[in-house]
């Protein structure tokens, strides 16, 4: 029983590590696209509507977090005039969903094999 609650409470812990590396990401990405104005609020936008779309794409099926997260990304961004095509804007979109479930994804491994879930 011991076990499954520090599961359930690391898990829990990696959702927020995830929430946090898409924030942290997609601030980098707009100070690096030259906005100044806001941006820790321009990115906390950024970073829920992406972790929603993230979070209703693993529901489906775990491709559709790659589908639903760029494009969560691409919609969000539209609405914050910052100067990039598109095409760039989705592919900067799946690179932070990948990079940030990849950290998680592999953190919340090892911590499945300490505990000895896995």
Known sequence: MLYRIITIVGGLVFVIVLFALIWFFCQKFLERHGVTDQVNDR?????????????????FAVVGAFVLGPWAFYRTLRGHDVGISDASAIWWGFA??????????????GFLMAVGAY
């Open 43 to 59: 990115a906390m936008v950024l970073a829920t509507w992406t972790f929603a779309g993230i979070s209703v794409g693993l529901v």
């Open 96 to 109: 932070i969903v990948l990079a940030s479930l990849a950290i998680t994804g592999a953190g919340f491994f």
